[in-house]
C-alpha cells in the first residue's frame, strides 16, 4: 500500500492506494486484481511542497471522506490481512495507526530489500523498479509515480519476488528491525563495505543517534565479537495489501 499526504498532521492523507500480493495453496505468491485507491479528505489545504510532489489538488479531495472513516474497510478487508506492506513502511505506520489497521503486522520493503538484495547500489521503489525489472509489472500502471495506486502496484512487485524468495515470517522478523545498510551512507567513509570500518569509527557510529547506521555498525562490531548482544532499538515501524 501507499499513501499520500497533504502534510505531516496525523490525519493529513489525502490519498490510499493498494494492489494485493496473494498466494493459491502452495503456489507462488502472485498480483490479482484486488487494487484500488480512494481520495481522502485532509481536513486542511494540502501544502505546496506535498502537492509539488504527487500533484493531488485540493478540489480532488474537498468531498472525499476523513482518514478515519475511509481506512479501517481498506486497512482491515472482511477476507484479512495476512499483513500490510510499504516501502518505508514507517511513514504509513504513522497514519495506518493499531486502532485503524486492527493490530495488523507490518512488512517494509526497503528494509527487505537491503537484506535480500544488498549488491544493489540503491533501494528507493522507483529506483528497485528499474534496477530489477520485475516480471509482469506493466510500465502504464504504475504511473505516475507519486500517486498512492502507482506507487503501491510497484511495491506490490518487489513484495511478490519476496515473498518467492523467503518467508513471510522472515520479512516480518527483518520489518522489526531497523535497516540492515549494506555500505555505509555518509561521512569519510561513504561507500565502504561496513567490514572496511574500523573498529573505533564503527562504536562512534554505533552510538549515534541514526537508528539504521547504529544498528549496522552495532551489527558489524557484534560480527567481529567487539560487542555483546543488546536489545535492539527498534524503528517506528492470506493478502497482503
Given amino acids: 500500500m501507499d499513501l499520500e499526504t497533504a502534510?505531516?498532521?496525523?490525519?493529513?492523507?489525502?490519498?490510499?492506494?493498494?494492489?494485493?500480493?496473494?498466494?493459491?495453496?502452495?503456489?507462488?505468491?502472485?498480483?490479482?486484481?484486488?487494487?484500488?485507491?480512494?481520495?481522502?479528505?485532509?481536513?486542511?489545504?494540502?501544502?505546496?511542497?506535498?502537492?509539488?510532489?504527487?500533484?493531488?489538488?485540493?478540489?480532488?479531495?474537498?468531498?472525499a471522506g476523513y482518514w478515519k472513516a475511509v481506512a479501517p474497510p481498506i486497512l482491515r478487508p472482511e477476507t484479512g490481512v495476512i499483513a500490510l506492506a510499504a516501502h518505508r513502511a514507517s511513514f504509513e505506520q504513522r497514519y495506518c495507526t493499531p486502532a485503524l489497521s486492527g493490530g495488523a503486522r507490518w512488512i517494509c520493503t526497503w528494509k527487505c530489500a537491503l537484506r535480500l538484495w544488498p549488491d544493489?547500489?540503491?533501494?528507493?521503489?522507483?529506483?528497485?523498479?528499474?534496477?530489477?525489472?520485475?516480471?509482469?509489472?506493466?510500465?502504464?500502471?504504475?504511473?505516475?509515480?507519486?500517486?498512492?495506486?502507482?506507487?503501491?502496484?510497484?511495491?506490490?512487485?518487489?513484495?511478490?519476488?519476496?515473498?518467492?524468495?523467503?518467508?513471510?515470517?522472515?520479512?516480518?522478523?527483518?520489518?522489526?528491525?531497523p535497516g540492515l545498510l549494506p555500505r555505509v551512507p555518509a561521512g569519510p567513509e561513504r561507500g565502504k563495505p561496513w567490514s572496511a570500518v574500523d573498529a573505533d569509527r564503527l562504536q562512534v557510529l554505533a552510538s549515534g543517534r541514526d537508528i539504521d547506521i547504529a544498528f549496522t555498525a552495532a551489527t558489524e562490531l557484534r560480527h567481529r565479537g567487539l560487542m555483546t548482544d543488546t536489545a535492539v532499538r527498534t524503528s517506528d515501524q492470506g493478502r497482503l495489501l
Fill in 120 to 177: 544493489l547500489p540503491r533501494f528507493s521503489n522507483q529506483m528497485l523498479r528499474y534496477l530489477r525489472r520485475p516480471e509482469g509489472l506493466v510500465h502504464e500502471l504504475g504511473l505516475p509515480a507519486h500517486r498512492a495506486l502507482p506507487d503501491a502496484y510497484v511495491t506490490a512487485h518487489h513484495l511478490r519476488d519476496m515473498l518467492n524468495q523467503t518467508t513471510v515470517e522472515q520479512l516480518l522478523a527483518w520489518s522489526r528491525e
Fill in 7 to 63: 502534510g505531516s498532521g496525523p490525519q493529513d492523507v489525502c490519498e490510499i492506494g493498494w494492489q494485493d500480493v496473494v498466494r493459491d495453496g502452495a503456489g507462488p505468491w502472485r498480483l490479482d486484481a484486488t487494487r484500488g485507491a480512494r481520495f481522502v479528505n485532509p481536513g486542511r489545504p494540502i501544502s505546496p511542497d506535498t502537492m509539488a510532489v504527487h500533484h493531488i489538488l485540493d478540489e480532488w479531495v474537498q468531498d
